[in-house]
């Protein structure tokens, strides 16, 4: 395992220098009752649920409760970067710092009208960073990121970049209402992530970025429409972070994801764990190839419980990850790449491929709720994808005699097999045998590798059908005609291809040892051999005439 690197957070709880209340000393529940006696009904009923009016801790209190070590247990966003970032992005010497500026709310609420925008939140965090300096003597740069957060609703709640380091802009409200599902988000920015995205997808019923912003339901930077949950503490939490974000921001642990190789084929099934389950043993993604210019694809498992309460139910997802140079920081967007029925969420038996040659594949096996487990098959190969070819044998299984009849026999149990070519990635079929010409024989299947008819007389033509069916909706067929043949002439085949076999061999079938030559005469009838007898002096003339060998 990676070690984990410290990325430490200044939080920077401000207030401008007329705001009455000390965070240490007001509480949300008075925070609460100030605005319902002062702010418009529209901003009451934007902000203010029945928690706020109950909410006894004091502003101070619930920073340090979400921002800090002190609130660990509390689903807050120590523990939330500790857990979805396989504890290697580690946010355990976060800081909460008051400040209160030198400006008052009016003079505050100037700047936020003009310049406003961006160059007012850089503004402020100079501000504030000025007086963590000037209060606590404590340098911004000591930390990985710095957030402003007023205790008084402000303009604005990005994160990204703020005079010249990671940030997060964003106040109060956000804090006691939508906990780890936005401060997961907005310091997914500070860490270098952009909105999560779907692959093809130039929509979104979601609006504030891309058109296909935000369309990652399992992904917390998809805010806007991601599967979310209700928390006690900090009104929302939830999801958890896909698997190309975890490793973009360093919170993939690498020891643990399965890994293809890029060059040869592979073809294989592995046990996948729930992503952000780092005690659980085993694989906790896996990777394949990407095809067509696509970054690698990384294979998770996600089950709904912790931070993935909200997603439903369980099942798997497969990202990549493309770099958007259209915009400036951040640039780099996972894709969640849909399954063949487009599907986001893969479910037992569903399946995600791409390519024709090269080609990756992933298809679910089962998935055991109770255990968290799912069987996945995995799959590439880098050489072109052929249809495969199904051909039809008789005989159902290797003879070890190469010259057992090739062709049914009149009276007997004829059986089938078949043999498939150019199959890649060991799709899952299912196979359909009929027949024309013949009954089959009773009781039988005929969705079985073997099949069997009971041979009609030489007269008859037969025809056997195969049709194989696979689990993506391909058909692949084959046929075999034939007019069965006697046993008289099964007999005389096989005399003649004992001898011919023989004849293949050092010593001419005439020097034979005449004992091994009646052992095979023995094998006949008087009839028969009679009749190979005959048949044989034509075949020898002939060969004699020709001066060749029986080819
Ligand atoms: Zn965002």
């Known amino acids: 395992m990676a070690t984990p690197v410290k990325k430490p957070w200044a939080i920077l709880l401000c207030k401008f220098s007329d705001d009455p209340n000390d965070p240490s000393v007001t509480t949300v529940k ?11 009904p529209e901003f009451i009923a934007g902000n203010l649920d029945a928690t706020w009016d109950t909410d006894n801790r004091t502003i101070l209190d619930l920073y340090e409760l979400f921002f800090t070590t002190t609130g660990i247990f509390t689903n807050n966003i120590v523990d939330y970067f500790f857990t979805v970032c396989h504890q290697l992005v580690d946010v355990t010497g976060n800081q909460v710092f008051p400040i209160t500026l030198p400006m008052t ?16 939140q850089d503004m402020i965090f100079q501000k504030a960073k000025a007086e963590l300096q000037n209060s606590y003597g404590v340098d911004w740069k000591d930390f990985y990121g710095v957030a402003v957060s007023f205790q008084s609703a402000d303009n604005g709640s990005q994160g990204g970049i703020f005079d010249g380091g990671p940030g997060v802009f964003m106040d109060i409200r956000f804090v006691k209402s939508q906990g780890a599902a936005r401060w997961g988000h907005e310091m997914g920015h500070g860490f270098g992530l952009d909105h999560s995205r779907t692959n093809l997808q130039n929509w979104s019923f979601c609006t504030g970025g891309a058109p296909n912003d935000y369309t990652d339901p399992y992904d917390v930077m998809s805010w806007n429409c991601n599967n979310k949950f209700a928390d006690p503490n900090y009104g929302t939490s939830g999801p958890g972070m896909n698997a190309w974000n975890m490793r973009l921001m360093g919170g993939l642990d690498e020891s643990r994801v399965w890994k293809s190789g890029s060059a040869s084929a592979v073809s294989s099934r592995i046990t996948l764990r729930p992503l952000h389950n780092l005690s659980s043993p085993g694989y906790l993604a896996a990777e394949l190839p990407g095809i067509d210019g696509d970054s690698n694809y990384l294979v998770e498992f996600r089950v709904p419980q912790y931070w993935d309460a ?4 369980a099942g798997v997802i497969v ?9 400036s920081f951040p640039n780099v967007n996972s894709y969640i790449m849909k399954g063949t029925n ?32 799912a069987v996945v098959a995995l799959c590439y190969t880098p050489d072109a994808v052929t249809v495969p070819k199904v051909t039809i044998a008789f005989g159902a299984g ?34 359909m045998w009929s027949v024309d010409g013949a009954n089959t024989v009773a009781g039988q299947l005929n969705s079985q590798n073997t ?3 009971v041979t009609p007389d030489p007269s008859v033509k037969v025809t056997v059908f195969i049709t194989i069916t696979f689990d993506d909706g391909m058909v692949i067929t084959d046929s075999l005609s034939f007019n069965p043949i006697t046993d008289q002439m099964a007999g005389w085949l096989y005399f003649i291809c004992n001898l011919s076999h023989e004849r293949l061999k050092p010593i001419p079938w005439w020097q034979w040892d005449p004992e091994k030559f009646r052992q095979i005469f023995s094998q006949y009838s008087r009839a028969e051999r009679e009749h190979i007898a005959q048949a044989a002096e034509k075949i020898l003339n002939a060969i004699k005439n020709a001066g060749g060998y029986l080819k």
């Open 30 to 40: 008075d925070l609460a009752a100030q605005w319902r006696a002062t702010a418009s």
């Open 105 to 120: 709310i009016a003079e505050g609420a100037a700047k936020a009208l003009n310049p406003g925008g961006a160059a007012y």
């Open 310 to 313: 909200g997603i439903g139910g």
């Open 319 to 327: 990202h990549r990850y493309a770099q958007d140079n259209s915009r």
């Open 342 to 373: 487009d599907q986001k969420l893969l479910g037992v038996g569903d399946v995600f491929e791409k390519g024709t040659g090269p080609f990756s594949r992933v298809k679910v096996v089962s998935i055991d709720a109770a255990a968290q487990t």
């Open 398 to 431: 290797i003879s070890l005699d190469p010259c057992t009849t090739k062709v049914p026999v009149a009276g007997t149990i004829g059986a089938f097999s078949f043999k498939m070519t150019g199959l890649v990635c060991k799709k899952n079929y299912t196979v």
């Open 451 to 453: 099949f069997s008819i």
